[in-house]
DNA sequence: TGCAAACCATAAC
DNA sequence: GTTATGGTTTGCA
């Protein structure tokens, strides 16, 4: 049986969609019911499933976890994701993409250039990112360090990566199977942003 | 800057 | 099969 379940912490909805053998999608809004609508739709028509009032125990659990990714904290997820049903390339890029550590960005060419395809790809994926912000699809901007889109609202794509400044000044690079993916300090996109302002 | 053309996996027809 | 659709990039005026 698949579950989905709501929860507000702070001005903040949650949301989760899960089965036993773990988390089929996740989302945040300071909308209701947009995070309901997008649970909703996330699950397909013929399967049978039921939403909780009552949080179970992994509810909970994974929802603290995306309220502490939200306020910008550095923490392990390390839940069962549910990926089969998705396109070989799609968990390629996702994987490639949660390999970005907080205070870190990747570019979608960059990724792409790791995982193969095109950086348009990558950003189709990113777009329908089913683990949001467990994957943290916030983390990838566009060649030039501006931000490109975010399905959430730029606003929140901003404030995200602002809390998770981290004074890193360098580049890097972060091992995946078959090659590495180039990421930089976040603070590559925030001094962009500050033109703006 | 701004615009056009190339680019690439997916979903929908 | 084919086409339309992006959270892109790059090159060139």
């Known amino acids: 049986m698949i579950e989905a379940c709501l929860e507000k912490i702070g001005k903040v909805w949650f949301g989760v969609v899960f089965s036993e053998q773990g988390l089929l999608y996740t989302t945040f809004s300071s909308d209701s019911k947009k995070v309901l609508n997008c649970l909703l739709s996330s699950i397909p028509f013929s399967t049978p499933f039921q939403v909780t009032s009552q949080p179970s125990t992994f509810a909970k659990t994974v929802i603290a976890c995306l309220n502490n990714i939200y306020d910008g904290k550095d923490v392990e997820t390390s839940f069962p994701l549910v990926t089969d049903h998705l396109p070989a390339y799609t968990r390629k890029v996702l994987n490639a993409t949660s390999l970005i550590p907080v205070g870190y960005l990747a570019t979608y060419g960059s990724i792409s250039e790791a995982v193969g395809g095109g950086p348009r790809a990558v950003g189709n994926v990113m777009a329908k990112n089913p683990f949001v912000p ?13 931000l490109g889109g975010y399905g959430l609202g730029l606003q929140v794509k901003r404030e995200l990566l602002i809390r998770e400044k981290r004074g890193y000044t360098s580049p890097r690079e972060v091992k995946l199977y078959g090659g590495s993916l180039r990421i930089f300090p976040v603070e590559y996109s925030l001094i962009k942003l500050n033109q703006f302002t």
């Open 134 to 146: 467990i994957v943290p699809c916030h983390r990838v901007v566009k060649s030039d360090f501006t």
